[in-house]
Nanobody
């Protein structure tokens, strides 16, 4: 089993920055991880993914150039640095982990999920 705990969410003005963290525990974790988000009334959507080494990353188009996913395997932690935030980035952000390798953007290809952290961007 893997437990994922997100932190770092909050309220920020448009143009501001936040850094989300996802701490993994329960087993040695060495596979791909991702961030998703869900706004009220909308489906959960893919944001970013990273492979075990951190050498490969993948982003949805709407966050490219603004968000950066990274990981520190020594700390079993994945990060999402979010810059130039927009009101449309407002959502609950979820960390997810795969048992398999490879970057994926579909939520049903992830095996473990955190409880989510709220990000609210005011205009």
């Amino acid at each position: 089993q893997v437990q994922l705990v997100e932190s770092g969410g909050g309220l920020v003005q448009a143009g501001g920055s936040l850094r989300l963290s996802c701490a993994a525990s329960g087993r040695t974790f060495s596979n791909a991880m991702g961030w998703f988000r869900q706004a009220p009334g909308k489906d959960r959507e893919f944001v970013a993914a990273i492979n075990w080494s951190g050498g490969n990353t993948y982003y949805t188009d709407s966050v490219k150039g603004r968000f950066t996913i990274s990981r520190d395997n020594a700390k079993n932690t994945v990060y999402l640095q979010m810059n130039s935030l927009k009101p449309e980035d407002t959502a609950v952000y979820y960390c997810a982990a795969r048992l398999a390798s490879g970057l994926r953007y579909r939520s049903d290809e992830y095996d473990y999920w955190g409880q989510g952290t709220q990000v609210t961007v005011s205009s």
